[in-house]
């Protein structure tokens, strides 16, 4: 029997363990923190990578739960960081998950054995050793920056310190960038602030949270059957009616399809825009001293700098020269296999239009059949990878952060569809 370590408690560790667990293969679990739930547990203090204070989930809860343990009947369709958290713990108990997880223990460094496997350094400088190892420590902790010509003396952070919104009480707030978070915290910091801006160098589709009274997930499941081109202009034209575009906003319209790029789910950006608590600003140029000024000429004061810009895919545990996405494509078979290096296995690395998590249970169940020998990995696993990658960067926007970019549906269809063949 192999020996397997999973790197993290997140709902993608849970999903994976539960899988393996689930079939006899126990694995153990090392999480550096003192709870499970991973970025879903809330620290004000910035100790850990976490959601911040008034977060909700952007899919909705019949697209977010695991596979036979149902989020409670009494949950909204978009339950709090709160809720998820509680969800996740109860999921954890069900299937007796805690006798897995090593909890403050940190893996420092993951490094190839000569003779095959892994050997794990941890935080108290021991050494172990295992045979396969799971990466799902997540992709949403290491700042991408952007780069801009000046210096900008006001205070200057990424979305991944912003925690709360009392902190920027009556500050003059500017927010770079037009995703999910971007937005969320450009509305969060309206509330309280001076005024706030926020800053798009292309244009974004913000999609309701309800459409026609239901999630857009939802709707798009129903429509799921219908050809990918005929499901597509559907969503454009629904979006357009109901929000009239971006235009009548002062925002860049679009200048790809409404599938091509991650949705930002958000009922109250164009609301607030509309209401004058949200200025809409283009592409920064450069920054001098607390002047920000844009590609349109226009010059304006702030206290703080928000950068929404993502994140770099990165593991502070792995050598470099052993794996390195930073930069570039993610060439892996099914998201998840290295041509490399086999039993070095990666989940939840993905950025799906919908939630990660029930992705990653199917992958467990995938690592499952292919640890007890009724999954082979194909022979031209390279050759496959860059089918795969070309699939991605044809369908969504050429940006880092849709390197990782998979269709809900589709990718769940095809893990479920490779488990199948792969049953004994």
Request: aromatic share 12%; glycine share 10%; with cysteine.
């Amino acid at each position: 029997m192999s020996r397997i370590a999973i790197i993290g408690a997140g709902p993608c560790g849970l999903g994976a363990a539960r899988e393996l667990a689930g079939v006899g293969m126990d694995p153990v679990v090392f999480e550096k923190s003192d709870r499970l739930g991973g970025n879903w547990v809330y620290s004000a203090e910035g100790t850990h990578s976490s959601i911040y204070e008034t977060t909700h989930i952007i899919s909705s809860k019949r697209f977010s739960q695991y596979r036979d343990f149902p989020m409670p009947g009494d949950y909204p369709d978009y339950p709090s960081h709160q809720q998820l958290l509680r969800y996740f713990e109860s999921y954890a108990e069900r299937f007796d998950l805690g006798r897995l997880i090593r909890f403050r223990t940190e893996v420092r460094q993951v490094t190839p054995r000569p003779d095959g496997g892994w050997r794990l350094t941890l935080g108290d400088g021991a050494d172990e050793s295992f045979d396969v190892v799971l990466v799902a420590n997540g992709h949403h902790w290491d700042p991408r920056w952007p780069n801009y010509p000046g210096t900008f003396d006001g205070q200057y952070l990424h979305s991944h310190a912003f925690k709360r919104a009392e902190p920027f009480r009556g500050r003059r707030v500017l927010v770079i960038g037009g995703g999910n978070s971007a937005c969320d915290i450009a509305v969060e910091t309206s509330r309280v602030a001076e005024q706030v801006g926020i800053s798009w160098r292309r244009g974004y589709y913000v999609v309701p949270k309800l459409m026609f009274g239901q999630p857009p997930d939802v709707l798009n499941a129903r429509l799921d059957w219908l050809p990918a081109t005929v499901r597509r202009r559907l969503h454009a034209w629904s979006w357009r009616i109901l929000t009239g575009g971006n235009t009548p906003y002062g925002l860049p319209e679009p200048d790809h399809g409404i599938l091509e790029s991650h949705p930002v789910l958000n009922s109250e950006l164009l609301y607030f825009v509309r209401h004058g608590r949200i200025a809409p600003y283009p592409e920064v140029e450069r920054f001098e001293g607390e002047v920000v000024r844009f590609v349109d000429g226009r010059s304006v004061s702030f206290d703080t700098v928000i950068a929404a810009t993502g994140f770099k895919i990165s593991f502070p545990f792995l050598d470099r020269s052993v794996v390195d996405f930073s930069e570039g494509e993610v060439p892996l078979y099914l998201r998840m296999f290295h041509p490399d290096h086999r039993t070095l296995i990666f989940i939840g690395l993905v950025q799906p239009l919908g939630s990660i998590w029930p992705l990653a249970e199917a992958q467990g169940r995938l690592v499952a059949k292919y640890l007890g020998g009724a999954f082979q990995l194909p022979a031209n696993m390279v050759e496959t990878i860059a089918k795969e990658v070309a699939r991605i960067r044809n369908r969504f926007m050429p940006t880092p952060r849709h390197t990782i970019e998979v269709d809900y549906h589709a990718y769940l269809r095809s893990l479920v569809e490779t488990n199948r063949r792969a049953s004994p």
